[in-house]
């Protein structure tokens, strides 16, 4: 019998705590949940930060702007007078064209985010956004190392 009191008094103490815990509950659901439905919201308009500009219903064209991304060959310089393709005197490093002559630049300009090689060839990554794409990047690799390590 003391047992079954002791058992009731617990769930009694449970309930209370749970009724106490629900305002506290209720005042973080709404700060956390109001900036971020702010911040969602923003995301689809054209707003800019302390700007006196009216803002618009932009839809999904930031989230395009921001994850569009070209991958393109950059083709080697020939030296012209022994047709094959030019070295570097210094480095000696085989040289290639600019990733700004091989990125679209209509209708929206693409800006280079890194350059990798494979086999010989070297190809630029080009991104609307670069900072953002090298920031995933970083991301990826600092996580990836760390979390095998």
Known sequence: MANSNSSNLAKEEQKL??????????????????????????????????????????????????????????????????????????S?????????????RDPYLYRPSFEFSVFGNKYVVGARTPDFIRSVWNYFNFHTIFSVF
């Open 17 to 90: 705590a749970l009724k106490l815990l629900i305002p506290a509950f209720l005042i973080l659901i709404i700060i956390a949940l109001y900036p971020l439905g702010q911040v969602f919201y923003t995301s689809f308009t054209d707003k800019e930060f302390a700007s006196t500009k009216e803002t618009s219903f932009v839809g999904l064209d930031n989230y395009k702007a921001l994850l569009s991304v070209t991958v393109k060959e950059l083709e080697p310089i020939i030296d012209e007078g022994t047709g094959e393709q030019a070295v570097d005197d210094e």
């Open 92 to 104: 000696g490093e085989k040289l290639f064209q600019r990733p700004i002559r091989v990125l679209p």
